[in-house]
Nanobody, 123 residues
Framework: VQLAESGGGSVQAGDSLTLSCVAS????????MAWFRQAPGQDREFVAV????????YYADPVKGRFTLFRDSGKVAVSLAMNNLVPEDTGVYYC?????????????????WGKGTLVTVST
């Protein structure tokens, strides 16, 4: 499975960005697709996940109400719409995919990772 991310960039606080992630290859092995992010000097953290089997989404507390994750129709892909961005949202955003096993917020639950896309939010 290969994951291709796009949509990162530099914005000001209060702006919006949408990140996209498209999967290719052995896509039948994908049960969920998620976004993680890593701020400078910090550990990578869970942001949001889409679960294919029940079409559910789950969000980390810091992004609830501001970020929306949705599936792109016609392909194995998800997009993360990020609104009302704040400087604390700055970081490299990684798309991850894997079987629907294990805790969805843990990195270890995902077998496939994209290379990451940088999001910078300035004041």
């Amino acid at each position: 499975v290969q994951l291709a991310e796009s949509g990162g960039g530099s914005v000001q606080a209060g702006d919006s960005l949408t990140l996209s992630c498209v999967a290719s290859g052995r896509i039948f092995s994908i049960g969920r697709m998620a976004w993680f992010r890593q701020a400078p000097g910090q550990d990578r953290e869970f942001v949001a996940v889409y679960v294919w089997s029940n079409m559910s989404t789950y969000y980390a507390d810091p992004v609830k109400g501001r970020f929306t994750l949705f599936r792109d129709s016609g392909k194995v892909a998800v997009s993360l719409a990020m609104n009302n961005l704040v400087p604390e949202d700055t970081g490299v955003y990684y798309c991850a995919a894997g079987l629907n096993r294990g805790q969805h917020s843990r990195e270890e639950s995902y077998a496939y990772w994209g290379k990451g896309t940088l999001v910078t939010v300035s004041t």
